[in-house]
């Protein structure tokens, strides 16, 4: 794995409450290669935006609190940089898009204001010059009549002109990475086409990689080239993005397929709640909702990430434990288990 | 609606206001008795040969209160309007405009520095404090704030006349009006009015923009700024201050109003310092009718001007406050 672009080892970040401390990501790996789509995938609360803001630590601390073995990025490793360091690398080599792009946007400011401010952090342009690029960033990502849309307010464009704006300015420093997070799910379904194909096509054009996280896997099979499933802060299976919608092996990334209306003959919903985070279960965290767990699914940690076959593609699960048999599992592939019903109904959380 | 005609129709309004409150300020004075009347009435009647009756006649002519309420009316606005306020009864026969005019330097002397003091500390130990909620800072800055806010202007006043003017001796304990401006000696006699009244001020700007500013400490934005590589010390100035610093104008100048009208009248006195809040206390004393008029009448001319910056500095701030929507 020479050519990963961000390795992340053994992600922790927790936050302080008043009711205890919330494990959101325990203990993940994953990592982007040049040029690549990963997508984290899992239903919401299952960590995967705060696994996504932990990488360049936009996590407000406290309350929270982020630790890894490692995070490297382009070799080096950026969790032993300095506070100072590490701006240097957001929004010029890492940049964020955001799930929300109402409230991503300082109301106060202008559009233009804000995309000058992301391009003067990393460069030395003058007003006039910084102002040119926000102009041309918006031009960029298909906002109508730029040259005017620069000098107006957040409230003045819709949810899917605010998201390009936030895209421009994700772009002012041509990155390396950019982390995704939902960028879609707060948007029509008709716009949510037009920015995942923006996304796509800057990240050509710029020759970017990109870590996207959602919960849709609709929008996974069509962007992705890698997938981490993600549930209550740990990886239940990662893999190739064919490997995983062809032969999905873990129990919970069957059943999340299986939800996916026109696949199967039902749709089904996964039944029961995520564990709490405050007090997470011993064993594996989806013990609780699984059709086929066991005694020892109940006991000590996650399962390691087992090797499928000897390929890339990973499942924490007991069934795959070297020498296991996990023929159980596939002998219901489409996931119809009695805890996993299907009732025509769509999946409600 | 264009910015201008938005100022201008405010201006508009600013006018009519004062109108309206001049008004109502001459009804219930034509309302009320006049004590200068009764005194002579009660002199006349002293005298053998007039009649009660006929001196209170006499008074109100000499006052000109026995013409019809609409010529007085008139002539009272027209007054008014021309800062033609009269003479105060109390000061030698000065002028009203001339007493206040000279009374308002010495209220200037410590306000001003006060307001910029308290708005400087008050507005960063408050942003400090929202974004380092709970920490040892934000608890001391708390009860910094509440001891502040418990304390009386003018207990604090005199405790601290009392040991810095007359046990120690640093500073004067009657404010010297002749003193040189820019003088050491002046910042002398100066310093324990603007710290009591910084106390005083500080502690509210300091909570109210810790609330504003806790309001956006957990804003998507922020982050957003920080994945720009935004520096913590330019997120707090530019992306937390700007936003609250809308609702903090409303209550800057409610507070400067306060600062005028309530605070300056109470450490006027202790510190016996001939401004504005002296002057009026002296002519409610004495019952200069004129003098308290048109003192009141400053008061209320700051807060409708007050209010009038507070309109246009709201919509200057915030831009989803659009102009038509507040007419």
């Known amino acids: ?349 | 609606m264009s910015f201008k005609t938005y100022v201008a129709q405010r201006l508009l309004w600013t006018v009519f206001a004062t109108f309206i409150i001049v008004s109502i300020t001459f009804l219930l004075l034509a309302a009320s008795p006049n004590a200068q009347v009764s005194q002579f009435a009660f002199e006349a009647a002293q005298n053998p040969g007039t009649s009660a009756e006929e001196a209170r006649e006499a008074a109100r002519q000499r006052l000109g209160t026995n013409q019809p309420l609409w010529e007085r009316y008139t002539e009272y606005m027209i007054n008014m309007f021309t800062l033609n306020w009269g003479y105060s009864q109390s000061g030698g026969g000065q002028l009203v405009t001339e007493r206040i005019l000279n009374a308002l330097p010495y209220t200037a002397l410590y306000s001003v520095p006060t307001t910029i003091l308290s708005v400087i500390i008050g507005v960063s130990i408050g942003l400090y404090s929202a974004t380092n909620q709970y920490s040892r800072f934000d608890y001391a800055a708390t009860f910094f704030a509440f001891f502040g806010y418990a304390i009386p202007n003018f207990w604090f006043g005199i405790i601290l006349l009392v040991i810095f003017g007359a046990w120690l001796g640093w500073v004067p304990i009657i404010f010297q009006p002749d003193v040189p401006w820019l003088s050491f000696e002046m910042l002398k006699q100066l310093i324990l009015p603007v710290i009591v009244l910084v106390t005083a001020q500080t502690t509210g700007l300091m909570r109210y923009s810790r609330a504003e500013a806790l309001e956006y400490v957990e804003a998507e934005f922020l982050k957003t700024a920080k994945a720009k590589g935004v520096s913590s010390y330019r997120v707090i100035t530019r992306h937390i201050f700007r936003p609250a610093a809308v609702p903090l104008m409303t209550i800057l100048i409610s507070d400067l109003l306060g600062l005028f009208i309530a605070s300056s009248l109470l450490v006027e006195v202790v510190f016996s310092i001939p401004g504005l809040g002296r002057l009026t206390f002296n002519a409610i004393l004495q019952q200069d009718t004129p003098l308290v008029l048109s003192t009141t009448l400053v008061g209320v001319m700051i807060a409708v001007f007050g209010n009038l910056l507070q309109d246009i500095s709201y919509t200057v701030l915030d831009p989803r406050i659009s102009y038509d929507s507040r007419e």
Not at chain 1, 78 to 85: A, D, R, V
Not at chain 1, 257 to 267: F, I, R, V
Not at chain 1, 281 to 299: H, K, M, N, S, T
């Open chain 1, 1 to 349: 794995m020479a050519d990963e672009l961000l390795e992340v080892e053994n992600l922790r970040t927790q936050f302080d409450t008043d009711e205890g401390t919330v494990h959101a990501v325990d203990g993940v790996d994953f990592s982007v290669g040049r040029d690549e789509t990963v997508c984290i995938v899992g239903e919401s609360g299952s960590g995967k935006t705060v696994a996504s803001e932990s990488v360049t630590k936009l996590i407000r601390m406290p309350p929270g609190r982020i630790d890894a073995d490692a995070v490297r990025f382009d070799g080096t490793d950026i969790y032993s940089m300095s506070e100072k360091q590490l701006r240097q690398v957001r929004g010029r080599r890492i940049s964020n898009i955001f799930q929300n792009p109402q409230g991503a946007l300082n109301p106060v400011y202008t559009v233009g204001w804000q995309i000058v401010e992301a391009v003067q952090m990393h460069s030395e342009k003058s007003d006039r010059e910084a102002r040119e690029r926000a102009v041309e960033l918006l031009d960029r990502v298909g906002l109508p009549n730029p040259g005017t849309a620069v000098d107006e307010y957040p409230h003045e464009l819709s949810g899917g002109q605010k998201q390009r704006v936030i895209i421009a300015m994700a772009l002012a420093s041509e990155p390396d990475l950019l982390i995704a997070d939902e960028p879609t799910t707060a948007l029509d379904v008709t716009i949510q086409a037009q920015i995942l194909d923006l996304i796509r096509e800057i990240q050509e054009d710029y020759g970017m990689s990109v870590l996207f996280i959602t919960h849709d896997l609709g929008v996974v099979a069509e962007i992705a080239d890698r997938v981490v499933v993600m549930y209550a802060g740990k990886v239940m299976e990662k893999g190739d993005v064919y490997s995983i919608f062809e032969n999905p092996s873990h129990p919970y990334t069957k059943a999340l397929l299986n939800c996916l209306p026109g696949h199967g003959d039902l749709m089904g919903r996964i039944g029961g709640s995520l564990p709490s985070p405050l007090d997470p279960p011993d064993g594996c965290r989806f013990a609780d909702r699984c059709d086929y767990v066991r005694e020892e699914c109940r006991q000590g940690e996650q399962p390691p990430l087992h090797e499928l076959d000897g390929t890339d593609h990973r499942v924490s699960c007991v069934y795959y434990a070297p020498g296991a048999d996990p023929s159980p599992l596939q002998g219901d592939a489409d996931g119809q288990g009695s805890n996993v019903y299907s009732d025509g109904g769509y999946p409600d959380e």
